[in-house]
């Protein structure tokens, strides 16, 4: 922390975390600002957008992407990023890379002066004192090992060759090509034929963006990954939108909470079950989690327009208890518990009508401890789903046409932007994953961005994926389910 002291101009107070503090001589603080405050100057793009600032990123948990600059002179926000300091070869910085449990892409430089990054390597650490021990354990270790399997083959080896002693050898076949080895013969038993993977899917129209599992070409049983859509008007008349579970009314959602929460186990009443509650933004994901899960739950839903249930105290507190209870009474071992807000409800910032409180966040962590408690203790999953890039404009505005090529570029907001805003609730999201194994995060940022840009349709295609500031449409949702079911599938919850 003490490298902060050497960055240009004298700070009137350490912030600490993902801020951008304005240091520049030239310019004033506001009065209502001064002395500093810990979120001043969280969301610059909102706050000084045309401000110089020098970044100060100073010590977070997760050390690997924090850096201090020792710039020769001040950016504006739209110049800065985490990677700063790779995409601007000419800027100095001293990157102080700090021990953290991925020390392998850590690093600690020796230098005693500023550096460019062509003389920075993620291996530099291996040089420092410090780090000397933990090479030579984990050579150790590597060592070990190597020694263990090497023992353990040459033990099967000799098993084998005792064996072959007391038993016939089988009868000699010819040699067989790659393909026919996979094939059964006289010999050998017919493997098991392996189950379907789940989120194979076939590539009907190309996208920017490409899931895991494709095939070239869709049969007649074939699920498609994508198809393309000419937009239209009233895009949110469709799907779960004009489902019951979905309603912008308190009492009307309140009516009910019991039915729409209690899920369909089958005949036997076994099958497992995945329970999505929140705002509209939840209301948006059933149509990609019904594809991304297909039978393997039972999805059920109770979504209120602008839900406020992410803070501890509400002014329908009774709803939001509704929700608790009708939760706990159906959770059960192997379940999913997914909950999803609107990012905006996160951030200062004004997208639309719209604009929420830095102070949510910590609300929201309040509010996820109490579910996860109870997640944990069902031996069920929570997973917290994010937002896209919320539209400069409305999408339906910035449809592409023949006399308007560009017109997708008025809804388009910078990569960078996109990286901060929203980023503290991202941030405090990913603490509460690693923290705790039974909590995933799901962000669909990148699958609407190319690497310049986010907007509102689905990249690579003339497909609205937004249809207002910040909502996806039918054709954005389903556009993201085979990536939301890989991502289910990574962490074990789909098989």
């Keep these: 922390m003490h490298v902060v002291s050497s960055v240009r101009g004298s700070l009137q107070r350490l912030i600490v975390g993902h801020r951008f503090v304005r240091v520049s001589p030239s310019k004033q603080l506001p009065e209502e600002t001064a002395p500093f405050h810990s979120d001043v100057f969280i969301e610059p793009d909102e706050i000084f957008a045309q401000e110089e600032v020098d970044v ?31 995409r601007q070869p000419s800027w100095k910085v001293d990157v102080i890379k700090t021990l953290s449990t991925r020390a392998s892409s850590q690093f600690v430089l020796l230098s005693q002066g500023s550096c460019t990054p062509g003389q920075l390597s993620d291996t530099a650490f291996f040089r420092h004192p410090t780090w000397k021990m933990f090479v030579v354990m ?24 005792h ?37 194979m899917c076939c590539k009907c129209n190309a ?16 699920r498609p990954c994508f198809v393309e859509h000419t937009p239209y008007n009233h895009w949110f008349l469709r799907g ?61 839903f109770q979504a209120l327009g602008k839900s406020e249930c992410f803070r501890l105290k509400t002014s329908y507190q009774s709803y939001c208890t509704a929700l608790l209870e009708a939760i706990k009474k ?33 609300e929201y962590a309040c509010v996820l401890n109490k579910w996860h408690r109870l997640v944990s203790a069902r ?3 929570m997973i917290m789903l994010g937002d896209p890039t919320p539209s400069k404009q409305p999408g339906l505005s910035c449809v592409p046409t023949a006399s308007s090529p560009n017109a997708g570029s008025l809804c388009a907001r910078p990569v960078e932007w996109s990286d901060l805003y929203g980023r503290h609730l991202r941030e405090q999201l990913h603490i509460l994953e690693q923290a705790w194994h039974d909590v995933h995060f799901f962000d669909p940022r990148a699958l609407f961005c190319t690497e310049q840009a986010c907007g509102a349709m689905v990249p690579g295609t003339h497909t609205l994926a937004i249809g207002d500031y910040e909502h996806l449409t039918i054709e954005g949702s389903y556009y993201i389910w085979p990536f939301l079911c890989s991502f289910l599938q990574d962490k074990g919850i789909l098989r």
């Excluded at 100060?56 to 990023?81: D, I, W």
């Excluded at 984990?138 to 060759?161: E, K, P, R, Y």
Aim: aromatic share 6%; with cysteine.
């Design 163 to 199: 064996l072959h002693h007391m038993t016939p050898l089988p009868r000699k076949e010819g040699n067989k090509s790659a393909v026919d080895a996979l094939l059964p013969s006289s010999t050998q038993h017919p493997r098991p034929t392996a189950a379907p993977n789940p989120c």
């Design 330 to 362: 159906n959770l059960r071992s192997g379940d999913v518990l997914l909950l999803s807000f609107a990012i905006w409800q996160f951030s200062p910032y004004k997208v639309g009508m719209d604009s929420g409180s830095l102070e949510n966040v910590h």
């Design 379 to 381: 031996n069920a999953t």
């Design 138 to 161: 984990g050579l150790a270790l590597l060592a070990t090992v190597v020694f263990l399997v090497a023992l353990q083959s040459w033990v099967h080896s000799n098993d084998v060759g």
């Design 240 to 300: 779960p939108f004009v489902e019951p579970c979905w309603s912008d009314d308190v009492a009307t959602s309140m009516a009910r909470v019991d039915k729409c929460l209690t899920p369909d186990r089958g005949r036997d009443g076994k099958g497992r079950a995945m329970f999505l509650i929140g705002d509209s933004h939840a209301a948006m994901f059933v149509t990609a989690l019904r594809e991304a899960v297909g039978k393997s739950y039972s999805l059920s």
């Design 56 to 86: 100060v990123k100073a010590h977070l948990p997760r050390a690997s992407n924090q850096f201090v600059l020792l710039s020769q002179g001040s950016y504006t926000p739209e110049q800065l990023s985490d990677n700063a300091f790779v």
């Design 207 to 222: 996208t920017l963006h490409v899931p895991k599992s494709v095939l070239s070409t869709c049969g007649e049983e074939q």
